[in-house]
């Protein structure tokens, strides 16, 4: 078996422990993490390292592949950029929990998350280091770009399109054929019934309020 780390130590993190635990594909050798002490327990893992000893790391464990477990859509990039440019022959490898249920013509690509319950139905589309968590629902031919994520308990109908790491947040429903435009955030519980566009917080029941959304600039470079 490949062995593999986990970028990040937080809950989200240890939700991906234990899909890792339960599917047995990978040898899981721990955490690293910027924020927190190294060896540190976590979940029953020790934090060997940051991204400034990532190379380093990769030598001595013998690493092969790395998951990012970060929740936050902007975060998860430009962690996802800082690796690349410490380590870019390394595989980001997909997760996905026993339960989850997908089409027979699902591709799971590279970096993305599915949770306990999520259903990904026929000829979607899931994007690099997309995330779908817990009771996550995407409809048939619905699109979710690469970064994006739906939150617990999303529904999302058919034909809709996310954009690139925008945010679908908790117990949201997106109607048939709707588009979501990039760097966006629909509001949990919201229902959308209209289309709405690129770097913006939208939310109601039905939307009813719309924003703009200023990105961390951190974040995105």
């Given at each position: 078996?490949?062995n593999?780390?986990?970028?990040?130590?937080?809950?989200?993190?240890k939700m991906i422990?234990?899909?890792?635990?339960?599917?047995?594909?990978?040898?899981?050798i721990?955490?690293t993490?910027?924020?927190?002490?190294?060896n540190?327990?976590?979940?029953?893992?020790?934090?060997i390292?940051?991204?400034?000893?990532?190379?380093?790391?990769?030598?001595?464990?013998?690493?092969?592949?790395?998951?990012?477990g970060?929740?936050?859509?902007?975060l998860?990039l430009?962690?996802y950029?800082?690796?690349?440019k410490?380590?870019?022959?390394?595989e980001?490898?997909?997760?996905?929990?026993p339960?989850?249920?997908?089409?027979e013509?699902?591709?799971?690509?590279?970096?993305?998350v599915?949770?306990?319950?999520?259903i990904?139905n026929?000829?979607?589309?899931?994007?690099?280091?997309?995330?779908?968590?817990?009771?996550?629902?995407?409809?048939?031919?619905?699109?979710?770009?690469?970064?994006?994520?739906?939150?617990?308990?999303?529904t999302?109908?058919?034909?809709?399109?996310?954009g690139?790491?925008?945010?679908?947040?908790?117990?949201?429903?997106?109607?048939q054929?709707i588009t979501?435009?990039?760097?966006?955030?629909?509001g949990?519980?919201?229902?959308?019934?209209k289309?709405?566009?690129?770097f913006?917080l939208?939310?109601?029941?039905?939307?009813?309020?719309?924003k703009?959304?200023?990105?961390?600039l951190?974040?995105?470079?």
């Amino acid at each position: 078996m490949k062995n593999i780390v986990i970028y990040g130590a937080s809950g989200h993190a240890k939700m991906i422990v234990d899909i890792i635990l339960k599917n047995n594909d990978y040898n899981l050798i721990g955490f690293t993490d910027s924020y927190k002490p190294v060896n540190s327990a976590v979940y029953g893992y020790k934090i060997i390292g940051n991204l400034d000893s990532l190379s380093v790391l990769i030598k001595k464990f013998n690493i092969e592949g790395i998951v990012i477990g970060i929740g936050d859509n902007d975060l998860r990039l430009s962690i996802y950029r800082s690796i690349k440019k410490i380590a870019p022959k390394i595989e980001f490898v997909p997760v996905v929990h026993p339960s989850a249920i997908l089409a027979e013509d699902i591709l799971v690509p590279e970096g993305a998350v599915l949770m306990a319950g999520t259903i990904v139905n026929a000829n979607a589309k899931l994007g690099k280091f997309c995330l779908l968590n817990t009771k996550a629902s995407l409809g048939h031919d619905s699109v979710m770009s690469d970064f994006s994520s739906l939150s617990s308990g999303v529904t999302i109908a058919g034909n809709v399109s996310i954009g690139f790491c925008s945010s679908i947040c908790l117990s949201a429903s997106v109607s048939q054929g709707i588009t979501i435009g990039d760097y966006t955030v629909i509001g949990g519980a919201s229902l959308v019934l209209k289309s709405i566009g690129d770097f913006k917080l939208a939310y109601g029941v039905p939307i009813h309020t719309e924003k703009d959304r200023t990105l961390d600039l951190m974040h995105t470079a």
